[in-house]
């Protein structure tokens, strides 16, 4: 069983990087728009306090937490637009530190599950690990949205390993969620870390290949860009089309961004 000491921290200092990045913003930036359609910044805090207090409860109460996933499969492309929304129209300050107060319980619970609890999600259920690794992705991604806003450029870290992984390990997932088949044959992914070294993922003898910076495959796992503007590059046709679809993030399939020339 994997320690999950290390994403616990890395969460907590990729959820530090981002506060330092809004936490003195004017109430002017707070409502500034993002990439993200008709949301603001104070949306994409808003939503990351919103699911925050999701993986809280159920870690804390799966009952209660079930009732919210019916919630959430009656209205299952909107439910995240109406949680960011009644989130933005608090005042900023309040906002900031709801999202701050829920991201430390969150931390606390987490830290506090017995070794192999396992909680209910809005897909399969989640370890400890699992689910600090969902919640890192989901910082990372809607900071950079954010960054983007502020016109902020991010120096990528290491951390990017663990959204590495999710993306990776949701490929048949992205094939299943637009009803396609995903492919049996195995697929290698080899990644140059911001350090420089190697990230590696599936046999080495396989036939087909994605392979780039880490930063880019995370961009384009996350649909923060589109694919015609990193440099991910794939052998072979499964693999060609994953990079087409791919998604780190539960939910319906995204639309993605469009290419910059487009934009």
Same mark, same amino acid.
């Not at 809004?22 to 930036?29: C, N, R």
């Given at each position: 069983?994997?320690? !999950?000491?290390?994403?616990?921290?890395?969460?907590?200092?990729?959820?530090?990087?981002?506060?330092?990045?809004? +936490?003195?913003?004017?109430?002017?930036?707070?409502?500034? !728009?993002?990439?993200?359609?008709?949301?603001?910044?104070?949306?994409?805090?808003?939503?990351?306090?919103?699911?925050?207090?999701?993986?809280?409860?159920?870690?804390?109460?799966?009952?209660?937490?079930?009732?919210?996933?019916?919630?959430?499969?009656?209205?299952?492309?909107?439910?995240?637009?109406?949680?960011?929304?009644?989130?933005?129209?608090?005042?900023?300050?309040?906002?900031?530190?709801?999202?701050?107060?829920?991201?430390?319980?969150?931390?606390?619970?987490?830290?506090?599950?017995?070794?192999?609890?396992?909680?209910?999600?809005?897909? &399969?259920?989640?370890?400890?690990?699992?689910?600090?690794?969902?919640?890192?992705?989901?910082?990372?991604?809607?900071?950079?949205?954010?960054?983007?806003?502020?016109?902020?450029?991010?120096? !990528?870290?290491?951390?990017?390993?663990?959204?590495?992984?999710?993306?990776?390990?949701?490929?048949?997932?992205?094939?299943?969620?637009?009803?396609?088949?995903?492919?049996?044959?195995?697929?290698?992914?080899?990644?140059?870390? &911001?350090?420089?070294?190697?990230?590696?993922?599936? &046999?080495?003898?396989?036939?087909?290949?994605?392979?780039? &910076?880490?930063?880019?495959?995370?961009?384009?796992?996350?649909?923060?860009?589109?694919?015609?503007?990193?440099?991910?590059?794939?052998?072979?046709?499964?693999?060609?089309?994953?990079?087409?679809?791919?998604?780190?993030?539960? +939910?319906?399939?995204?639309?993605?961004?469009? !290419?910059?020339?487009?934009?």
């Amino acid at each position: 069983m994997s320690d !999950p000491t290390v994403v616990l921290d890395d969460l907590r200092s990729e959820s530090d990087e981002l506060d330092r990045l809004v +936490g003195e913003l004017s109430a002017d930036d707070w409502a500034r !728009p993002t990439p993200a359609p008709r949301w603001s910044i104070a949306h994409q805090i808003a939503h990351l306090a919103w699911t925050d207090a999701a993986a809280l409860l159920a870690v804390t109460d799966a009952e209660a937490f079930a009732v919210e996933t019916e919630k959430a499969f009656a209205a299952p492309y909107s439910f995240v637009d109406e949680g960011a929304e009644q989130g933005a129209a608090q005042p900023p300050a309040e906002l900031l530190a709801r999202w701050r107060e829920g991201r430390e319980q969150l931390q606390k619970a987490l830290r506090a599950a017995p070794a192999g609890s396992r909680f209910p999600w809005y897909g &399969p259920p989640m370890s400890v690990a699992s689910t600090a690794t969902g919640r890192l992705m989901e910082t990372w991604a809607h900071g950079q949205d954010i960054a983007d806003a502020l016109g902020a450029v991010r120096e !990528p870290t290491d951390r990017l390993r663990h959204v590495a992984y999710i993306g990776v390990r949701a490929r048949d997932y992205a094939f299943g969620v637009r009803s396609l088949t995903p492919p049996t044959a195995p697929i290698r992914v080899e990644l140059t870390a &911001p350090g420089g070294e190697m990230w590696t993922y599936g &046999p080495a003898e396989a036939e087909q290949k994605v392979s780039g &910076p880490a930063l880019d495959f995370c961009l384009l796992v996350t649909q923060r860009a589109h694919r015609a503007d990193l440099a991910v590059r794939a052998e072979g046709e499964d693999a060609d089309r994953w990079l087409d679809i791919a998604q780190a993030f539960a +939910g319906p399939a995204g639309p993605g961004r469009a !290419p910059k020339e487009a934009r």
